[in-house]
C-alpha cells in the first residue's frame, strides 16, 4: 500500500462522505433503538498509525469492537468502537435488565455485533449510493480489550506497514443518553482517492 | 527521578537507570525485551510487523520489522556497555484479539519472526507470554528485570 496523499479539499469531501454514511447509520440506529439519535460532526485525522489510538481515547481503557472489512469496487474497513460505558448504555436499551448479567457474556458481545452489523450496512450502503461503488460488507468479527491493542492491532491487518492513516469518526449519542459508541472508518490512499473521484464527479 | 518511558509502535528504548519503567500495550504486536546478566541495561522493542513485503514502507521506525526490530535494539544495549553474549529476552503479545476466522494472524508470525531473529543472534529466551486472545499492557521495571503483564479486567502476572 502507498502511503496516504490527501489535500485539505479531499479530505473535506472523505470528511462529508462519513457524514452522510453516519446520517445513514444513526437513522439505522434510531429503528434498531426505537429512539431518536443524536451524531456529532465527523472527524478526520491523517496521523501516523502509532497515534491513532491516543487520538480516539485513553490507550488502556478497555472497549469492545467490531470490525468488519468492506469488499468490493474498493476495498475499507469499518470499526464500531464503545467503552464499557457505552456497552452498558447500548445494552440497556436492547436486552431487558432482569436477563442479562453485566460482562463479556456472549449474548452481550452478539448483541453488539449485531448492532455494529447494522451500523455498517447503513453506512456502507450510503457510501456506495453517493459514489456509484460497489460495496459489500463481511461479517463482522468482535472484540473486547484494551483500546490500544485493538485498534493498533486492526490497523497493522490493513496498513500494511504505511506509516499514516486517515481515520473518519463519528461519535453517536442516543437521545438524553450519553455516548453509545462510535464508527470509524478507514482506507487505502487508492480507494480514498476513487471514493473522491467518483463523489466528485456527481 | 526514575521515569516512565512509552515504547509506541515500531519503537525501542534502552535505560540503565534503576527503577525507570519501559511500557506498551500490546494486541498483535510482539514486545521483545532485552536484559544484560552484566547490568541493569534493558531495552525493549515493540515489534509491529513480521516482515518488510512488497511495496510496504521502510519507515523511520527502528522496529518496525521483527529482524532488524531485533538487531536494533541489541545494537543500541552493546553501544551502551552490554556484553553482547550476556543478552537474554523475554517475550509478550503476538495476540490473535478477533479469534479465529477474522483478519490475519499477524501476531502468530511476529512471534515466530521475532523468536527466529533471537536464535540466529543466540539470544535465550528466558520467560514469554504470547499468543492468546488478549492484549497485554506490558511493564519492565529497570534493576529488577520484572515484567508486570495486565490484561483487560485488571488481571495481573509477573514473569
Known amino acids: 500500500m502507498s502511503e496516504i496523499v490527501l489535500d485539505e479539499e479531499e479530505v473535506d469531501i472523505l470528511r462529508e462522505i462519513a457524514n452522510i454514511g453516519s446520517g445513514h447509520a444513526a437513522a439505522s440506529m434510531e429503528k434498531w433503538l426505537e429512539r431518536d439519535m443524536v451524531l456529532e460532526v465527523p472527524q478526520a485525522f491523517l496521523v501516523p498509525v502509532e497515534e491513532v489510538a491516543e487520538h480516539i481515547g485513553d490507550p488502556l481503557q478497555t472497549i469492545i469492537c467490531v470490525y468488519?472489512?468492506?469488499?468490493?469496487?474498493?476495498?475499507?474497513?469499518?470499526?464500531?468502537?464503545?467503552?464499557?460505558?457505552?456497552?452498558?448504555?447500548?445494552?440497556?436499551?436492547?436486552?431487558?435488565?432482569?436477563?442479562?448479567?453485566?460482562?463479556?457474556?456472549?449474548?452481550?458481545?452478539s448483541a453488539i455485533a449485531e448492532t455494529g452489523n447494522i451500523l455498517f450496512s447503513a453506512y456502507i450502503s450510503a457510501v456506495s449510493?453517493?459514489?456509484?461503488?460497489?460495496?459489500?460488507?463481511?461479517?463482522?468479527?468482535?472484540?473486547?480489550?484494551?483500546?490500544?491493542?485493538?485498534?493498533?492491532?486492526?490497523?497493522?491487518?490493513?496498513?500494511?506497514?504505511?506509516?499514516?492513516?486517515?481515520?473518519?469518526?463519528?461519535?453517536?449519542?442516543?437521545?438524553?443518553?450519553?455516548?453509545?459508541?462510535?464508527?470509524?472508518?478507514?482506507?487505502?490512499?487508492?480507494?480514498?482517492?476513487?471514493?473522491?473521484?467518483?463523489?466528485?464527479?456527481? | 527521578m526514575p521515569k516512565r518511558i512509552i515504547v509506541k509502535m515500531g519503537d525501542l528504548a534502552v535505560s540503565d537507570q534503576e527503577g525507570d519503567i519501559l511500557t506498551s500495550v500490546l494486541g498483535s504486536c510482539v514486545g521483545v525485551i532485552l536484559f544484560d546478566r552484566g547490568s541493569s541495561l534493558t531495552g525493549m522493542a515493540h515489534i509491529m510487523l513480521p516482515?518488510?513485503?512488497?511495496?510496504?514502507?521502510?519507515?523511520?521506525?527502528k522496529a518496525k520489522y521483527a529482524a532488524p526490530g531485533v538487531l536494533a535494539l541489541v545494537r543500541e544495549m552493546v553501544e551502551k556497555g552490554a556484553r553482547r553474549q550476556d543478552l537474554f529476552a523475554k517475550l509478550c503479545g503476538?495476540?490473535?484479539?478477533?479469534?479465529?476466522?477474522?483478519?490475519?494472524?499477524?501476531?502468530?508470525?511476529?512471534?515466530?519472526?521475532?523468536?527466529?531473529?533471537?536464535?540466529?543472534?543466540?539470544?535465550?529466551?528466558?520467560?514469554?507470554?504470547?499468543?492468546?486472545?488478549?492484549g497485554r499492557n506490558v511493564s519492565v521495571e529497570v534493576g529488577t528485570g520484572r515484567v508486570v503483564i495486565r490484561v483487560a479486567g485488571g488481571q495481573t502476572e509477573v514473569i
Open chain 1, 129 to 202: 449510493q453517493i459514489s456509484g461503488l460497489e460495496l459489500v460488507p463481511g461479517p463482522p468479527a468482535c472484540a473486547a480489550d484494551m483500546l490500544e491493542a485493538v485498534v493498533n492491532t486492526v490497523l497493522l491487518e490493513i496498513c500494511e506497514g504505511s506509516e499514516h492513516t486517515l481515520v473518519l469518526e463519528t461519535k453517536f449519542h442516543g437521545e438524553g443518553l450519553s455516548s453509545v459508541g462510535y464508527v470509524l472508518f478507514l482506507a487505502e490512499n487508492e480507494a480514498l482517492k476513487r471514493l473522491v473521484q467518483r463523489v466528485e464527479a456527481d
Open chain 2, 51 to 61: 516482515e518488510k513485503g512488497k511495496g510496504m514502507s521502510e519507515g523511520h521506525r
Open chain 2, 94 to 134: 503476538g495476540a490473535r484479539l478477533f479469534g479465529e476466522n477474522s483478519l490475519q494472524n499477524i501476531g502468530e508470525r511476529n512471534i515466530a519472526m521475532t523468536r527466529a531473529a533471537l536464535r540466529k543472534l543466540n539470544i535465550p529466551i528466558q520467560a514469554e507470554r504470547v499468543g492468546g486472545e488478549t
Open chain 1, 68 to 109: 468488519t472489512r468492506v469488499e468490493g469496487d474498493i476495498t475499507g474497513h469499518l470499526l464500531y468502537s464503545l467503552t464499557l460505558d457505552d456497552a452498558k448504555a447500548l445494552l440497556d436499551i436492547l436486552l431487558d435488565p432482569e436477563d442479562r448479567r453485566w460482562g463479556f457474556s456472549p449474548d452481550n458481545l
